[in-house]
């Protein structure tokens, strides 16, 4: 659970400050429950654009106050506003989602792409990724954007599913860092069953092996020694939060090249210690059958560590790149993952 304040404005103007309310999910990039409560409230669409305050802990909990978008052009004299006074002013790292007119704007660009059955629902919105559920007549879509700092999604799902579609999400409309996908089935894998792992791993190192050789995405500068296998597209942030009971992964924001054993510690780090054991047998046994003279297990020994400096390497680069006030979702993370980095003895 969270509490929330909505700081309400209309055409870049303050308007109104809806009183506290209570929603039942507390992650604080959740905006589905906050802007349903608001319509309801308000009378007319809204849109969270940004988080101003929170005084929760890793990224849930606590009080949350949001700026959010009263859409419509009657919006002004439809809410009972207090005098009107100018927003805050616009930070110069506030990403184009958070200011006026940029979820509408993304919800725009995606309807100019599909035939939608009703209005679009903010589902997720923080300093990484802006994201609306759809629905059309073929079911549902959705329209994501992200910054500049990350990997444009479009030519990574399409370099994925050149090898194997499976893995990825069909990709409906792609233009610079927006995308459109069609939904993939099934359910999140936040505590993967042993016949999930066996069905992704195998097929995620296939897809790895298939795509190995020059680099095409930016590489991140943290290396492990080869130990036999051929550095590749990584994911980033290969947890299993990110796959779908149906094999389809989702998320590649941070999809950059290099060793594959990144990867896979970080699976195994994220991953229930009964399910470990089985990640790093099924994984090493996988890349075996494509390199029988490589050694996984060596390289996967030297990545654990190595995958915390990359972590935090990640970290910071978001809090460089993102404004003042969302800085509370990373602040902290960079000194967290290299002192796990450091707690490693090889």
């Not at 792992?197 to 092996?209: C, L, S």
Request: hydrophobic share 45%; with cysteine; net charge negative.
């Amino acid at each position: 659970m969270r509490t929330v304040i909505a700081l309400v404005t209309a055409s870049g103007r303050h308007v109104h400050t809806v009183p506290e309310f209570t929603v039942d999910s507390p992650w604080w990039n959740d905006v589905e429950p906050v802007t349903a409560h608001l319509d309801r409230v308000l009378g007319v669409p809204t849109h969270v654009l940004r988080l101003v305050t929170a005084t929760g802990t890793g990224m849930r909990g606590g009080t949350v106050t949001y700026e959010v978008e009263a859409a419509g052009s009657s919006t002004v004299d439809t809410i009972a506003a207090v005098d009107a006074v100018a927003a805050a002013p616009g930070d110069a790292l506030r990403l184009p989602w958070a200011r006026p007119g940029g979820p509408s704007a993304l919800v725009e660009w995606a309807e100019g792409h599909v035939v939608c059955v009703g209005p679009a629902v903010q589902v997720k919105t923080w300093n990484l990724s802006c994201l609306f559920r759809l629905r059309t007549k073929a079911g549902t879509v959705w329209a994501k954007e992200v910054p500049s700092f990350l990997a444009p999604e479009g030519p990574v799902l399409e370099l994925v599913r050149s090898v194997d579609p499976s893995l990825a999400p069909t990709v409906m409309a792609s233009e610079g860092r927006r995308i459109l996908l069609e939904d993939a089935p099934g359910t999140d894998c936040w505590s993967p069953s042993p016949a999930i792992v066996q069905d992704i791993v195998p097929r995620w190192v296939g897809m790895q092996n298939a795509l190995a050789g020059p680099a095409r995405l930016r590489r991140r500068g943290v290396e492990v020694p080869s130990f036999g296998l051929p550095d590749t597209l990584l994911h980033g942030d290969f947890h299993p939060g990110n796959w779908r009971s149906s094999g389809v992964v989702l998320d590649w924001g941070e999809a950059h090249w290099g060793h594959p054993a990144l990867d896979a510690a970080k699976l195994v780090d994220f991953v229930d210690p009964s399910v470990a054991a089985l990640v790093e047998e099924v994984w090493c046994r996988s890349w075996l059958a494509h390199h029988p003279d490589s050694d996984p297990s060596a390289a996967l020994r030297h990545a654990r560590p190595a995958m915390h400096l990359l972590a935090a390497r990640v970290y910071q680069e978001f809090l460089d790149n993102i404004e003042e006030s969302e800085r509370i979702y990373h602040r902290g993370d960079p000194e967290e993952q290299l002192a796990l980095a450091q707690s490693f003895t090889l």
